[in-house]
């Protein structure tokens, strides 16, 4: 079973670290709907930009439990002023 990468900026991957984030979010457009919808993954990782080789675990990359994604409408300065709807993926849960 293959992973989910997504690559995000070092204030998010740090506040997901850190565990004050439980959720990152992809606006719901065609691309992030084939990846995600009626589809299961073995992990997320998550890394910090695009490291070389991976990342190392910890400082460049972090491996959480896959345990989905849900629906949210939300209003965040990244979307721009309007609200947008979300896929909010969970990476609350570390795997390693």
């Known amino acids: 079973m293959a992973d989910l990468i997504i690559p995000v900026k070092g204030i998010y991957f740090d506040a ?5 984030k439980s959720h990152e979010f992809r606006e719901r457009k065609p691309s992030w709907a084939k990846k995600l919808e009626g589809r299961t993954y ?11 080789g991976g990342g190392v675990e910890g400082v460049t990359r972090l491996t959480r439990v896959w345990r989905g994604f849900d629906l949210r409408t939300i209003q965040h300065e990244h ?9 909010a993926i969970d990476v609350s849960e570390a795997a390693v």
């Open 42 to 52: 073995r992990h997320v990782v998550m890394l910090r930009g695009y490291p070389k």
């Open 79 to 87: 979307f721009g002023p309007e609200s947008v709807e979300v896929f």
């Open 16 to 20: 997901i670290r850190d565990g004050t």
